[in-house]
């Protein structure tokens, strides 16, 4: 599956019933310099819309949330000494988490990649 | 000269490029560096002469230290020059004009550093018996009755020890009056515009935040706030004059409202000084107010603090101040020391001891060199002082709310659109200028927003040069090709911009040893 | 009025500029029946000299402990600091600057802090400490607050012979959040068994080192039985000064340390301002309250210090920040780390020796005395006296004689019949022989009274 993103900058993609969660280039770009990245604890589980992942930069810190329900299999221990690979590779080596996906319809309500540049174009 | 950690430890030490500028030592002048304490001394010296121990056998049980702390040994003198070298990197509001809007720097009289040195007040003990510091506790009495007279308020909380630590007393003590009816009220509403210490303060009090947007005129917007109201609302936190440095004009009727669906009114009392002696936060309907002793009443803010935050309260609420507090009895003055029933319903203890003692003597200092006719001057020259910086810069800097202001003048950004400069690069270009920088990003609804508080112990030439420094900046910014110039900023301050971003990524936030680095 | 500089002109000529006829015009957003006219019912202002007398007059009415044999604990302690501490904190810049917000000015208070935040950790024994605290109560409960957060675990148990305002400064702060606290018993043999209530649930702690009755203990076992079970091992100092002579809390496995520093630089005055010593282990740090500097470089790569981390703080994070806390104890840190500078590795565990040993010293002369004992085996300089009176009525009687006795325990723990004749007595440098000879006097005058 291609990548998809939510309204809160989040993108996802799918491999079998594993997503892999990060933040946006678009959002990386607006929040700065990360300095800090808080990854969810193993075996969490999330409903969609809770929080995943606080993600600091110097001045401000800002929720990531779940864009969609399941548990947490695999997180991104890299974040912890290089919260710079968020800037630096914001839609691959900075991804946050891997969720198991329980219900994939939850998939169908985002946005796919021309929705979502859309979506910002109109955010500036 | 590069530290443990190869970073280089006074200016030019890292240069590689020859700079003319550069000296052998770093320093420059009367621009004089000083290393780490740690990275100075020499085992076996000592800036402290004191008698020989007893010998004595220890009762220690066993647990004596075995290892050295890692303490650095100095001679007094080296100490002496580590400190003045240092203060000397720093601005203060003795040497020079300090507009930081919301923090009212204002002059710090010397006869109040004085008193609270004096004998029997700067070395009494917390815990002496009561019969041995009467003069003390109708020092603390007196300065409640300044207090009370005020703000028009019967009841003051004295041990807070800072605004955040009042607030936290004022936003208890309304839990604790709802928890007293039996009611589990929820929500706790607050202006976007408010301090970050308000949300923070009624989370810890268990209480969901709920933000109430400001309206064009930069007041509470009265349509949000009602349509919020309900139940289940504990109360609102409200500042007033607010961080646009504006009267809420609908004070009254918020007052009414809160009240009306069985709410109180929290008034966070950090800008009292634009309004001393010309009206009362007990005749707008206040509930509990704290009152930063730091701001409105001169004790020096010593680089972060200590601060000291008494909170005057309603009848509604004074039964449930914290504990100790200073009452009068037939034996003279004492302190309730404990919640006891029958006696109080206080929600507790906030403090080790009764407060901040120190700070009580400089604000009461402060307070009888002003008088009832002082008070009320410092109201006007402050507003009188914001005023004149706001006509002076609006036809080069927008004001984003019509009208007269109150204590500080707030501008936005938007004059220096498309410039390339930002609210942040005028800001280190003032450094240069020889200013601390005004407040800045603060209130968060204003965008790039300038809040500038000049109080009212500045003189009309130094707002004159003032108001002439900022118009020649903001000109200069407005004409193209200048960027550079402010991003480039402070260049004659003892340091250049500071990496925040390499400061948080890996902290360092201590010395360490070379052997263990 | 001497603060103030405008003339009537100038006032006038503003007003002018700004474009109102008077000052009541710049008031008119105040509601129109708020608006005060009159003064307020207050004395009018008053001369420098004035103020200077009447200020005078309530320290006279007070028992100075500058003239008076003085040997009072329980939290605060009586030292001497040196004359440079005082010049020092009152410099211009030191006394009269903001929070070091703009670093590129502000350079001398983040060093200071700097500096702080390393004798702090250094002298607890721990990897991080933060830029001070209100106070030790309100650190202790922060401390609380911050294990639970860390622990995400909801339940502190406090020792019995944690400070009682300490403890009673916890359960406030923490009586409507979701955490609460347990609290033993207070038991002046210092038995309690803090171990016997650990579980899975429990996310701290919290024990003092000397205790609130001045005992030393060694805590090396109840820190590996809070690992066990991943609770945290809150460790109190009131006294900072025993830390020159005794073992760090870091040493005995603390993983949060708090204390009050105003043994150190710091004047007693009445309770207040003091400073509140805040540290923590390396893993920790995002979760601390309160400000933290940290070493950074500027664009000319020289180094420099900034206030960091700040996202943690209420400023930012607002409603979601790890405490509400705003400012810091600046000046007073500023007094510690002074006073800490002059003392350095020989002169504090000089005047940690100094202290101890006047207080056995002391202690032995006044368990001579019949009728009144030393209930402590171990202490440091402050022990529990056994009397055969209220401890609350010697205190008086001593007082009456110019003498500062101690603290009766039942101040601090009233009702609880078993402390009634408990005197808490601390001996510090600042005690000569004299003072203790006057003191044993006063006591055997007391002891054969009975």
Redesign the interface.
């Known amino acids: 599956m291609s990548i998809k993103y939510t309204k809160d900058h989040e993108w996802i993609t799918v491999e079998g019933d594993i997503a892999t969660v990060g933040i946006s280039d678009y959002a990386q770009e607006q929040l700065g310099d990360v300095v800090f990245v808080e990854v969810p604890d193993m075996g969490r589980e999330l409903d969609k819309g809770d929080e995943l992942a606080v993600i600091e930069s110097v001045k401000a810190a800002s929720e990531v949330y779940a864009p969609i329900k399941g548990e947490v299999v695999a997180v991104n221990e890299d974040l912890e000494d290089s919260p710079s690979l968020v800037n630096e590779d914001a839609q691959s080596a900075g991804w946050f988490a891997k969720i198991k996906i329980e219900d994939s319809s939850e998939l169908d309500e985002l946005m796919d990649e021309a929705a979502y540049k859309e979506y910002t174009e109109g955010l500036s | 000269m590069l530290n443990n950690v190869g970073r280089p430890t006074r200016p030019g030490a890292a240069s590689t490029n020859g700079d003319a500028e550069n000296t052998y030592t770093g320093n420059r002048a009367l621009n004089l560096e000083t290393p780490l304490i740690f990275e100075q001394g020499v085992k076996g010296r000592v800036g402290v002469d004191m008698r020989e121990p007893k010998d004595v056998k220890s009762r220690m049980g066993g647990l004596e230290r075995e290892t050295d702390v890692g303490l650095p040994d100095l001679s007094e003198p080296q100490v002496l020059r580590h400190y003045v070298r240092l203060s000397r990197q720093n601005y203060s509001i003795d040497a020079g004009f300090y507009p930081l809007g919301s923090c009212t720097m204002k002059h710090n009289p010397r006869i109040n550093e004085k008193a609270a040195r004096m004998k029997g007040l700067g070395d009494i003990h917390p815990m002496q018996p009561v019969s041995t510091v009467q003069g003390a506790l109708e020092l603390i009495d007196d300065l409640a009755h300044w207090l009370k007279t005020i703000t028009g308020m019967p009841a003051v909380a004295m041990s807070p020890a800072a605004g955040a630590h009042g607030e936290l007393c004022g936003v208890m003590a309304i839990r604790a009056a709802h928890d007293a009816k039996g009611e589990a009220r929820t929500r706790i509403l607050v202006p976007e515009s408010a301090h970050g210490t308000n949300p923070a303060t009624a989370a810890l009090c268990g209480y969901k935040v709920e933000s109430v947007p400001a309206d064009a005129n930069g007041r509470m917007d009265m349509v949000a706030f009602e349509a919020k109201l309900g139940p289940d609302v504990a109360g609102v936190m409200l500042t007033n004059p607010n961080t646009c440095g504006l009267f809420e004009n609908d004070v009254k009727k918020i007052a009414d409202l809160i009240h009306g669906v069985g709410g109180y009114f929290y008034c966070d009392g950090a800008n009292l000084n634009a309004i001393l002696g010309r009206t009362r936060p007990g005749d707008l309907g206040v509930d509990a107010m704290h009152i930063n002793l730091h701001k409105t009443f001169s004790t020096p803010h010593g680089g972060g603090g200590p601060g000291s935050g008494p909170v005057v309260l309603s009848e509604a609420l004074a039964p449930y101040a914290p504990v100790p507090y200073v009452a009068k009895g037939d034996a003279g003055y004492f302190l309730q020391e404990y919640v006891e029933e029958g006696a109080n319903q206080s929600f507790g203890r906030m403090k080790t001891f009764h407060g901040q003692m120190g700070m009580f003597i400089r604000a009461l200092a402060y307070m009888l060199s002003h008088g009832a006719d002082g008070l009320r001057q410092i109201a006007e020259d402050a507003v009188l002082n914001a005023n004149y910086i706001r006509v002076g810069l609006n036809d080069l800097l927008n004001s984003p709310f019509d009208g007269v202001c109150m204590h500080e003048a707030l501008f936005d950004d938007s004059t220096l659109k498309d410039t390339g400069v930002t609210t942040l690069d005028i800001s280190k270009a003032m450094i240069d200028e020889g200013y601390h920088p005004m407040t800045m990003y603060f209130p968060l609804v204003v965008h790039g927003a300038m809040l500038i508080e000049p109080t009212e112990s500045e003189t009309k030439e130094t707002l004159d040069m003032f108001i002439g420094s900022m118009r020649h900046l903001i000109e200069k910014a407005q004409t193209s090709n200048n960027a550079d110039f402010f991003t480039q900023a402070p260049k004659f301050a003892p340091r250049k911009r500071l990496d925040e971003t390499a400061a948080a990524r890996s902290p360092i936030l201590r010395w360490s040893a070379p052997e263990e680095a | 009025?001497?603060?103030?500089?405008?003339t009537a002109e100038?006032?006038q000529?503003?007003?002018e500029?700004?474009?109102?006829a008077s000052?009541d015009?710049?008031?008119?957003?105040?509601?129109e029946?708020?608006?005060?006219s009159g003064?307020?019912?207050?004395?009018?202002?008053?001369p420098?000299m004035?103020?200077?007398a009447?200020?005078?007059?309530?320290?006279?009415?007070?028992?100075?402990?500058?003239?008076a044999p003085?040997f009072?604990?329980?939290?605060?302690y009586?030292h001497?600091v040196?004359s440079?501490v005082?010049?020092?904190?009152?410099?211009?810049?030191?006394?009269?600057?903001?929070?070091?917000y703009?670093?590129?000015?502000?350079?001398?208070?983040l060093?200071?802090?700097?500096?702080f935040?390393?004798?702090v950790?250094?002298?607890t024994g721990m990897?991080?400490?933060n830029?001070?605290m209100?106070?030790?109560?309100?650190a202790c409960a922060e401390a609380v607050l911050m294990a639970c957060r860390a622990t995400r675990r909801k339940k502190a148990i406090l020792s019995g012979n944690l400070?009682p305002?300490?403890r009673?400064?916890t359960?406030?702060?923490v009586?409507?959040?979701?955490f609460g606290v347990e609290s033993l018993s207070p038991s002046v043999d210092g038995v309690e068994d803090l171990a016997a209530g650990l579980g899975k649930d429990i996310a701290c702690v919290v024990v003092q080192n000397p205790d609130f009755f001045g005992r030393?203990?060694?805590l090396s076992d109840l820190a590996d039985k809070c690992h066990e079970v991943g609770a945290l091992l809150v460790v109190v100092v009131t006294e900072v000064v025993s830390?020159?002579?005794?073992?760090?809390p870091g040493?005995m496995g603390a993983d949060i340390v708090v204390g009050?520093g105003q043994s150190i630089g710091v004047?007693?005055?009445?309770?207040?301002?003091?400073?509140g010593l805040f540290a923590t282990r390396q893993k920790y740090?995002?979760q601390m309250p309160g400000?933290?500097?940290?070493?950074?470089?500027?664009?000319?790569?020289?180094?420099?210090?900034?206030l960091?981390?700040?996202?943690r703080?209420?400023?930012?994070?607002?409603?979601?920040?790890t405490?509400?806390?705003?400012?810091?104890?600046?000046?007073?840190s500023?007094a510690f780390s002074?006073h800490?500078?002059?003392?350095?590795?020989?002169?504090?565990?000089?005047?940690a020796?100094?202290n101890?040993?006047?207080?056995?010293?002391a202690?032995?002369k006044i368990s001579a005395i019949e009728g009144i004992d030393v209930l402590?085996?171990?202490?440091?300089n402050e022990f529990t006296v056994k009397l055969p009176i209220p401890a609350a009525i010697a205190?008086?009687q001593l007082?009456s004689k110019g003498i500062?006795g101690g603290?009766p325990v039942s101040?601090l723990l009233?009702d609880t019949a078993e402390f009634e004749n408990l005197l808490l007595v601390t001996v510090t440098?600042t005690n000569s022989d004299a003072d203790v000879d006057q003191l044993v006097a006063a006591l055997e005058e007391i002891a054969n009274a009975k």
């Open positions: 009025m001497r603060y103030m500089p405008h100038e006032r000529a503003m007003l500029k700004i474009g109102v000052v015009d710049l008031f008119v957003d105040i509601p029946d708020a608006r005060l003064l307020l019912d207050l004395p009018k202002h008053a420098e004035d103020v200077d009447k200020m005078l007059a309530y320290g006279a009415q007070n028992l100075s402990p500058s003239s003085s009072l604990g329980a939290g605060a009586r001497h040196p440079v005082d010049h020092l904190i009152q410099r211009s810049e030191f006394l009269t600057a903001y929070t070091p703009q670093p590129e000015i502000s350079q001398g208070t060093q200071a802090l700097f500096e935040q390393s004798q950790a250094l002298i990897d991080v400490a830029a001070s209100y106070d030790g109560a309100t400070h305002h300490y009673e400064v359960e406030t702060t009586q409507f959040t979701d030393l203990q060694d830390l020159g002579a005794m073992r760090s040493h009050e004047p007693l005055s009445y309770g207040g301002p003091y400073v740090v995002r400000r933290l500097c940290g070493e950074t470089v500027d664009q000319d790569g020289t180094r420099g210090f900034v960091t981390l700040s996202t703080e209420q400023h930012i994070r607002r409603e979601k920040a405490s509400n806390i705003c400012t810091n104890a600046g000046l007073c500023l002074i800490m500078s002059l003392l350095g590795e020989v002169g504090f565990s000089k005047l020796k100094l101890h040993g006047e207080a056995v010293a202690a032995d402590n085996d171990t202490f440091f205190v008086e007082a500062l603290v101040r009233p440098e």
